[in-house]
């Protein structure tokens, strides 16, 4: 049963901690905005979706790369995947701005229930997905390989693979930035004012319009940058591909404790490396059921998680 | 709550069609005479892209039948979305078996989609080919599911198709170690199941791992672990072709040289293409898309769709010309129509005679092996 783990153990670590490492992104999308909003965004997976899309469009329409032509090399390299980065995170951003104008600002000037945003968010999801499918016809799109899949060495066995670690070492890099971000900066800590009292934050000349919608636009950045990585070694996307992510990134954030920035990180590569070890050890079949009763148990003993909700606590 | 959404969604749409179709009936003058066939399969939703290719070569089917009968006929098409979810189909089923003005179906893609709408299709005497559903009980007259007098497909069963598949990924291969794996769809399952079976009389061949990934899967890493720790030599996946072009960039990344070999979900021009490289030498089994018929065909198709074929397009385009043919003999009642197909006797658009059983079977079911060879899925010959 357990041959495959010990056979195998270093690359599905590596595997694992790169998956973990694009949830931990995915998984900022939904908790920056419960955090302030105290709403789940649950179009973050069309957003998603929307990402991979624009990496594609990158590197297929603007650099005009194919499935037959050759990797790039040196500078070229780096342009593109670095055009490619910042399309996916512009393209998500802004979606995740137009989610928060039409789904979201106007129901909440209107002061409506909270039950009534969340239908417009599952609306605006729809709306998304459907018109990614007509637009590509239903579709499985693949990914021209621009980075090309070195072997740059073998650790305990394992491959170390170019796009795993660049996964890896870029993903923790723009999760830092943003924690940073969050923290330092002086619209960063706006946003942690709103999170923790909003009619507070508001009296202290807060602009609760920008910081929602910084709110958003972060997030989305972050989904973008995932959906870089995703279809960097993936290098596949299609309509309805946001569903399973935003599933296992909600998951993630859940399990780390939603609306909690560190929650997210933690929890995002802890799911990674539990789907790899699960998978190989059970079967994938058995995937989901493992990862959904470790959840039930964490929140059995740590209902908000495994680093609880920050804000939460101090408003105790 | 998304499918639940969906779901009503289909509903709706459904019960606009059933309505619309009745008015449009009212209203229709005697010469050319309207009919109506449906297509029944997913339209929306995650398996939406199946359902849209088998009803465009319905479309196309007809489009050419309505030019050619011009003065005589105008056939007209009923789309059935069921999403390929038996709940749905069970919920839009209702509404087209008591739709008499719809003379008989396509479809329905699914089997168990197939199996929730048959009791409704069973009471209106609507006949039905499915291109697509494969599910052995379907034509078993012991099993519940069992589809007569309604039901025919003209696909290959999986209990066909399993064994060709074992043959064919095995060949050349002097005592294969084969890893087996499925998507979790109906059809995968058990069509893993049947080729486990034909593994048996290969000689030599032994089973060393399986595995079950959902169809949503993008990370394969932990499979290609099992892989190669069983040191598998052929990898035998069922599923579909975009799960198979992920997952064998994956396999042959991670440096693994097993020989990969895939059912008819594979059998598409799209796969090589989504594949690319990693593709080449991929062994699949089909009953030939469109394009290995004739490339002519395919593109007057592309011309005409717009689009390319896709998985199960011949077994559409057979199943529509079917009735279409049945449409200008005569046969515009629900019974003359079933009585029509039970007594068919005709050629496939691939040159095979089609004739059903009486339990709703097609009379031959060989399946052919195709090949990638730089960058296209070429034909190497019926498996035998």
Do not use: C
Not at chain 2, 138 to 166: C, E, I, W, Y
Not at chain 2, 252 to 269: E, K, L, M, P
Not at chain 2, 306 to 327: F, K
Not at chain 2, 345 to 369: E, H, P, Q, R, V
């Amino acid at each position: 049963m357990f041959e495959v783990l010990i056979d195998q153990f270093w690359s599905l670590t590596i595997a694992g901690v790169a998956l973990g490492f694009i949830y931990v992104l995915v998984s900022l999308g939904y908790t920056m905005v419960y955090g302030v909003l105290r709403m789940i965004n649950f179009a973050n997976s069309e957003i998603f979706m929307w990402g991979t899309f624009g990496t594609i469009i990158t590197s297929r329409d603007i650099f005009g790369y194919t499935q037959t032509s050759a990797p790039a090399t040196g500078p070229k390299l780096a342009l593109v995947l670095i055009s490619q980065l910042l399309m996916s995170m512009a393209v998500a951003g802004l979606t995740a701005v137009f989610v928060e104008y039409v789904a979201y600002r106007r129901l909440r000037a209107k002061g409506t229930n909270r039950l009534a945003t969340l239908i417009s968010a599952i609306g605006i999801s729809i709306v998304l997905s459907e018109l990614m499918r007509l637009l590509t016809d239903s579709r499985p799109v693949g990914s021209p390989r621009v980075l090309e899949k070195i072997i740059l060495g073998e650790v305990w066995g394992a491959n170390l693979r170019l796009d795993t670690i660049v996964t890896i070492f870029a993903a923790a890099g723009i999760y830092f930035l943003l924690e940073r971000f969050v923290k330092l900066s002086r619209m960063g800590k706006a946003i942690r004012a709103v999170s923790m009292n909003e009619d507070a934050a508001k009296l202290m000349g807060v602009n609760l319009n920008r910081v929602i919608t910084t709110t958003f636009l972060v997030g989305g950045l972050a989904t973008g940058a995932a959906a870089f990585f995703y279809i960097t070694v993936f290098e596949y996307t299609k309509f309805n591909i946001g569903f399973t992510m935003g599933m296992a990134a909600f998951t993630a954030a859940v399990l780390g404790g939603i609306g909690n920035i560190r929650g997210a990180f933690y929890g995002g590569l802890f799911l990674g490396l539990l789907e790899v070890y699960a998978s190989a050890v059970l079967g994938t079949q058995w995937k989901a059921v493992t990862v959904f009763i470790v959840l039930v148990l964490v929140l059995l003993f740590k209902p908000n998680g495994l680093f609880g909700e920050a804000v939460q606590t101090t408003r105790a | 709550m998304n499918k639940k959404i969906q779901r009503s969604l289909a509903v709706v749409s459904a019960a606009a069609l059933v309505f619309g179709v009745a008015a449009a009936q009212t209203s229709a003058n005697a010469a050319p005479k309207t009919v109506y066939i449906a297509y029944q399969g997913p339209l929306s939703g995650g398996e939406a892209s199946t359902g849209t290719d088998e009803q465009n070569a319905v479309k196309y089917a007809i489009k050419l039948f309505n030019a050619k009968n011009k003065a005589t006929y105008n056939v007209k098409l009923v789309s059935v979305d069921d999403q390929g979810d038996p709940a749905v189909a069970g919920t839009v089923a209702p509404g087209i078996g008591k739709n008499k003005a719809i003379l008989g179906l396509v479809g329905a893609a699914y089997s168990g989609a197939t199996i929730a709408s048959l009791p409704f299709y069973k009471a209106g005497g609507l006949v039905m080919i499915s291109p697509s559903a494969t599910r052995v009980s379907l034509t078993d007259s012991a099993s519940p599911d069992f589809g007569g007098p309604v039901f025919h497909r003209v696909v290959g069963k999986d209990d066909l198709q399993g064994p060709a598949l074992a043959k064919y990924a095995t060949a050349g291969i002097s005592n294969a170690k084969v890893f087996i794996f499925d998507d979790q769809s109906s059809y995968a399952v058990p069509l893993a199941g049947y080729v486990t079976g034909g593994l048996k009389k290969v000689a030599g061949a032994t089973v060393v791992g399986t595995d079950s990934v959902p169809n949503t899967t993008t990370d394969f890493s932990p499979t290609i672990a099992k892989i190669k720790t069983s040191g598998a030599t052929v990898v035998i996946y069922t599923g579909y072709y975009s799960q198979a072009a992920v997952f064998i960039k994956q396999l042959r990344d991670s440096g693994s040289t097993a020989i990969f070999a895939g059912g008819d979900g594979v059998f598409n021009q799209e796969f090589p293409k989504l594949a690319g490289a990693s593709a080449e030498g991929s062994r699949v089994t089909g009953v030939g898309g469109l394009a290995g018929v004739s490339t002519k065909l395919e593109a007057d198709y592309k011309k005409s769709m717009g689009v390319s074929s896709g998985v199960y397009s011949v077994e559409s385009l057979d199943a529509a010309n079917i009735l279409l043919q049945g449409i200008a003999k005569g046969n515009t009642t629900r019974a003359k129509m079933l009585a029509w197909v039970k007594a068919y006797n005709g050629k496939s658009i691939t040159g095979n005679t089609i004739k059903f059983s009486a339990n709703g079977d097609i009379s031959y079911g060989l399946f052919a092996g195709f090949t990638t060879k730089n960058g296209v899925l070429v034909n190497t010959g019926i498996i035998k």
